[in-house]
């Protein structure tokens, strides 16, 4: 069965540091990219950031640069989601996901590319 389970969210002040985890199903990890997405109340979803299964790629959305820091550890088929800086337009729930394709370097920020998504965490970043 395939399985995502995302945690590590929570309420924090502007400027604090929050690392999100998303537990998959080896089923679901094995070889595949991952990817993180959020979704502001109103607001479409949108790509953070992705990692291939290799963990030698990774892309950001350009605005994440520098704070956000995605990473996995495929022997604990968990991805991970370092955001520091935080800001109160980072308030959004946090959905991690997995691609269809599966391939040691593949990656894509491509949202209809991704098969297989959690329930998502929510962060809320006050002022």
């Known amino acids: 069965q395939v399985q995502l389970v995302e945690s590590g969210g929570g309420l924090v002040q502007a400027g604090d540091s929050l690392r999100l985890s998303c537990a998959a199903s080896?089923?679901?990890?094995?070889?595949?990219?991952m990817g993180w997405f959020r979704q502001a109340p109103g607001k479409e979803r949108e790509f953070v950031a992705a990692?291939?299964?290799?963990?030698?790629?990774?892309r950001y959305l350009d605005s994440m640069k520098g704070r956000f820091t995605i990473s996995r550890d495929n022997a604990k088929n968990t991805v991970y989601l370092q955001m520091n800086s935080l800001k109160p337009e980072d308030t959004a729930v946090y959905y991690c996901a997995a691609t269809g394709t599966r391939g040691i370097y593949y990656i894509t920020a491509v949202m209809s590319e991704y098969n297989y998504w959690g329930q998502g965490t929510q962060v809320t970043v006050s002022s």
């Open positions: 080896r089923r679901t990890f094995s070889d595949r990219a």
């Open positions: 990692i291939s299964w290799s963990g030698m790629n990774t």
